[in-house]
């Protein structure tokens, strides 16, 4: 799977997050986790497991089903001095936090000049493939991006989970930690040491000359399996991890869009206003008039999830889809071509079993 590193320590994407976890909270007593199920129920997909045997009850805080009452206890808690990690298993639940996060953990360093800061981490779990349906589906990233003072990560590899963790714990206001549920079946190599990774900073994961791609969250992976495909058939795609949505790294995307002149976004959330829209519209701006380039943006289909897996499937893009329209994208004139679905399947499809 993508890391910046290729020799060394082979981790998994939870076990990554849950060691960042620990790490900070042996540097730091400041630091807690509070959330339904950090001390349970297989531990948020092992990324919570043996915190609470390692640090007591205290520190690792089973909290009841009460999104926007734990929201505020840990605004709270982060005005007072500490550090807390709020977990949320799904990220639509954070519709019913909206208050303490944009109107006051959000604002608090603005407009306390500084003086009150709210250092929190807003874990949300996104993720498909079993029929969650249309309130368990959704990636709701684009909305929290709009927020002045939010920051918001969606790290695809267990590297930059690790990196982004302990970076997002260390930041003085609070970030929103978007985590796909399929990136719990994949690994990769990771630095036993502690690391931080710069929110701001994309990264080249495949360089290619035909097209730019930029993949968010998971479809980072789908995209690079969408780009391995193409290879077979001669095209090459530059494939670009943002990492950071907000803040989101314009000059490396650009740079590379001015060098391949076409542009694909491929989201895990709808394209309608969302962060597919803005980086297509932030490129458009740097590089209006200077030279021509081809864009196209892919997402959820525009209504809600369906619960039936045979609709499901036709719900989010996938390699198969984006290979076709990058293709289209850069050939044209060409009969249309799409790969074969079985030969497109990818390892950490098939090791998934559910959502615990």
């Known amino acids: 799977m993508s890391s910046p590193i290729e020799s060394g320590r082979i981790l998994s994407y939870g076990d990554a997050l849950c060691e960042a976890v620990a790490m900070e909270m042996e540097r730091d007593e400041s630091v807690f986790v509070i959330g339904l199920n950090v001390t349970d129920h297989k531990a948020i997909l092992g990324s919570t497991r043996g915190l609470v045997q390692r640090f007591g009850p205290d520190r690792v805080i089973e909290s009841p089903l009460s999104e926007d009452a734990v929201t505020g206890i840990a605004t709270g808690a982060a005005m007072a001095g500490l550090r807390p990690i709020h977990v949320h298993i799904r990220m639509d639940f954070l519709m019913l936090c909206m208050n303490q996060l944009v109107n006051m953990s959000a604002k608090a360093h603005y407009m306390y000049n500084g003086q009150l800061k709210a250092p929190m981490v807003v874990r949300a779990i996104i993720g498909k493939s079993w029929g969650q349906g249309a309130q368990h589906s959704q990636a709701l990233h684009g909305m929290f991006m709009h927020v002045p003072g939010l920051k918001v ?73 969408a780009q391995e495909l193409l290879a077979e058939i001669g095209i090459s795609a530059e494939v670009i991890d943002p990492i ?85 994208m850069v050939r044209p004139d060409a009969a249309v071509w799409e790969p074969d679905a079985g030969h497109a399947e990818m390892a950490y499809q098939l090791k998934f079993r559910g959502p615990f």
């Open 153 to 225: 990560v969606a790290p695809s590899n267990a590297y930059d989970a690790k990196g982004c963790m302990i970076a997002a714990i260390r930041d003085n206001n609070p970030v929103i930690f978007v985590e796909h549920r399929m990136l719990y079946y994949t690994d990769a190599f990771v630095p036993e040491e502690s690391y931080t990774v710069e929110f701001g900073k994309a990264r080249i994961v495949r360089p290619g000359d035909d097209i730019t791609v930029v993949g968010i969250s998971n479809m980072l992976v789908e995209s690079l399996r």
């Open 244 to 328: 950071s949505l907000a803040p989101l790294d314009m000059d490396a995307i650009t740079k590379s869009v001015r060098k391949t002149g076409r542009l694909l976004v491929v989201d895990n959330a709808w394209t309608s206003t969302g962060a597919s829209a803005e980086i297509l519209a932030g490129v458009a701006e740097r590089l209006g008039g200077e030279r021509p380039i081809m864009v196209s943006r892919m997402g959820f289909a525009p209504t809600t999830c369906p619960t039936t897996s045979a609709l499901e499937k036709g719900f989010y893009p996938t390699p198969v889809t984006i290979a076709s329209r990058i293709h289209r």
